[in-house]
């Protein structure tokens, strides 16, 4: 992942709501699992491995998240092992074979988490943050999306 997509997530991280968030991470996931492909096809089996395996960091976090006290969660988790079997089966045969299968389910959860987010009103998770403006700036070749204030040392997270 470049510096510059890992920046847009960082940036849309800070502004999201919950459910946002679930729908950062299953993006993050499916981001993964496609660079492992293409890091296989390209025969380069360390890259291969490390997209694989934080591909799973990240399913681990949505597993993590699940709240189950709803029955939902349990068919939701269901669901997360057996995509986590489909990435370990991957690493171990070092073939991404299994991989179609993950990114299916992957794809169809995200779907689904997109139309929850766009009904989610209940604002951003983290407060105090950077503020973010629409538009470009113009910097020594290049162009930049956000802004911080060097003189602003109350960001992020407030406990």
């Known amino acids: 992942m470049t510096k510059e997509v890992l920046q847009g997530y960082t940036a849309r991280i800070t502004q999201a709501s919950k459910s946002e968030l679930i729908v950062i991470i299953?993006?993050?996931?499916?981001?993964?699992?496609?660079?492992?492909?293409?890091?296989?096809?390209?025969?380069?089996?360390?890259?291969?491995?490390?997209?694989?395996?934080?591909?799973?960091?990240?399913?681990?976090?949505?597993?993590v998240a699940l709240d189950y006290s709803y029955e939902l969660s349990y068919d939701l988790l269901s669901l997360y092992?057996?995509?986590?079997?489909?990435?370990?089966?991957?690493?171990?045969?070092?073939?991404?074979?299994?991989?179609?299968?993950?990114?299916?389910?992957l794809e169809k959860l995200l779907v689904g988490f997109e139309g929850v987010s766009k009904e989610d009103t209940s604002?951003?998770?983290?407060?105090?943050?950077?503020?973010l403006y629409a538009g470009l700036t113009y910097g020594k070749g290049t162009l930049n999306e956000t802004y911080i204030d060097p003189e602003d040392r109350n960001r992020g997270f407030i406990i």
Do not use: H
């Not at 591909?55 to 949505?62: C, D, G, H, N």
């Not at 092992?81 to 045969?93: E, G, L, S």
């Not at 604002?123 to 503020?131: D, F, H, L, S």
């Open 81 to 105: 092992i057996f995509v986590n079997k489909q990435f370990i089966t991957a690493i171990f045969k070092k073939k991404p074979d299994t991989l179609d299968s993950a990114l299916s389910i």
């Open 123 to 131: 604002g951003p998770m983290m407060y105090n943050t950077q503020q």
């Open 26 to 63: 299953y993006e993050l996931i499916i981001s993964n699992t496609k660079e492992a492909i293409k890091a296989y096809n390209e025969k380069d089996l360390v890259t291969f491995d490390k997209e694989l395996k934080q591909a799973q960091t990240f399913l681990r976090e949505l597993m």
